[in-house]
């Protein structure tokens, strides 16, 4: 078992759950310093056999291939500033496309199929995903920066109707990215589908909604909004909600993602299967900051109106067909997550 990424919040707990279920686990990452800062420490088990090594490097690839024959291969590396990726495409589209396509030239090279890959890929892909106005169903086009500055945070519906988000479900809604990384995610998708499908071999892409827990980068700011959120109330700040606080994601608690990837790898469909992963809870984000404030006895969270481009309005999923597909169920309650979370930063 390879994991590409594999010292990252995801990789490095995903690495723990395969080697205590015996797997033979080797991780192979670059240790970004956006990640990990500059005294990166990992945090796998002694038995992983680690390679520091760029995916877009194609040398590397080559030498982990030499030593390490993997059956399968979860691939996690990747770029992962939405916001970041507006102004530093060629970054995300380097590692997360490129880096994709030189670890499938590697494998050719070294002539090895795995019997699956796993891809973890983003909730990024649905974009502002199917939205609902009355009976329509309809996909709202980019929320532009006229809009935010006005204050219209609800996609605008055909007629100017009010309308409500629907969740998102691989099966139905249509993938439209709406920023580079969300692009990049999405064509990794079908850069390994096209690969895997050519060569007989399985493939998993599991859709995370926005994953959170310890073992999370406290110093990249470029991601994770409950950890940045709870690292605030902790300092006993208060916190800033953007919009009118009803921004809408799916917080899904690290261990329910680990366990959904650790499924997908026992279980391999007969065929390639995209999934998406979440808790199936929407939350705003005025209430994602009041919980964290009240756990920390901090200030009430403030909402400010202030906006970022290319953000998506709401982000939530249906997980009905996971369930069905991998025998696997989100187990954990924002607050319980949030709680070890919490005593994970305080540690
Ligand atoms: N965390 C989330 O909420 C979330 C949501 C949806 C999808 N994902 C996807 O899950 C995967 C893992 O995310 P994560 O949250 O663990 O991120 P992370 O940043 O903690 O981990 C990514 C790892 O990839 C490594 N990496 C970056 N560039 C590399 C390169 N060129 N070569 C080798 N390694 C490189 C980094 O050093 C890091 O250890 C990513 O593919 C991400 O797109 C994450």
């Known amino acids: 078992m390879l994991i590409t990424g594999g010292a990252g919040f995801i990789g490095s707990a995903l690495a723990r759950r395969l080697v205590t279920s015996g797997y033979d686990v080797a991780v192979m990452d670059i240790l970004h310093p956006q990640v990990h800062g500059e005294h990166a420490s990992i945090d796998v088990p002694p038995s992983v056999r680690f390679f520091t090594g760029d995916v877009t490097h194609a040398p590397d690839l080559d030498a982990v291939l030499r ?106 809604t249509e993938p439209r990215p709406t920023n580079i990384y969300a692009a990049t995610k999405l064509a990794q998708e079908h850069l390994l589908a096209a690969w895997t499908a050519a060569h007989d071999t399985n493939l998993s892409v599991l859709r995370l909604q926005n994953v959170y827990g310890p073992g999370q980068s406290l110093t990249n700011s470029y991601t994770g909004i409950v950890a940045l959120f709870a690292r605030l109330a902790r300092q006993q700040q208060t916190l800033e909600v953007y919009e009118d606080g009803r921004i809408v994601r799916d917080f899904v608690y690290i261990d329910d993602v680990v366990e959904a990837l650790f499924s997908a790898i026992a279980h391999p469909a007969p065929q390639a299967r995209c999934l998406d992963v ?70």
């Open 67 to 172: 030593l390490f024959r993997p059956s399968q291969i979860v691939h996690l590396a990747a770029e992962t500033g939405t916001a970041q990726s507006l102004t530093q495409a060629t970054r995300h589209g380097a590692v997360n496309v490129v880096g994709t396509t030189q670890l499938l030239d590697a494998l050719s090279r070294s002539g090895h199929v795995p019997e699956q890959l796993v891809l973890a890929s983003s909730r990024a892909v649905y974009g502002e995903g199917a939205w609902q106005a009355g009976s329509a169903v309809f996909y709202p086009k980019p929320r532009s920066h006229a809009q935010l500055a006005a204050g219209v945070w609800d996609p605008q519906g055909p007629t100017g109707a009010a309308a409500v988000p629907l969740p998102s479900c691989a099966g139905r």
């Open 278 to 347: 979440g808790s199936g809870v929407p939350t705003t984000i005025h209430e994602l900051a009041q919980q964290i404030a009240t756990v920390c006895g901090a200030p009430d969270p403030v909402v400010v109106g202030k906006f970022r481009d290319g953000d998506v309005r709401a982000a939530k999923c249906d997980v009905e067909q996971t369930i069905r597909d991998l025998d696997w169920r989100p187990k954990w309650t924002l607050e319980e997550g949030m709680r070890a979370l919490l005593d994970w930063i305080d540690k």
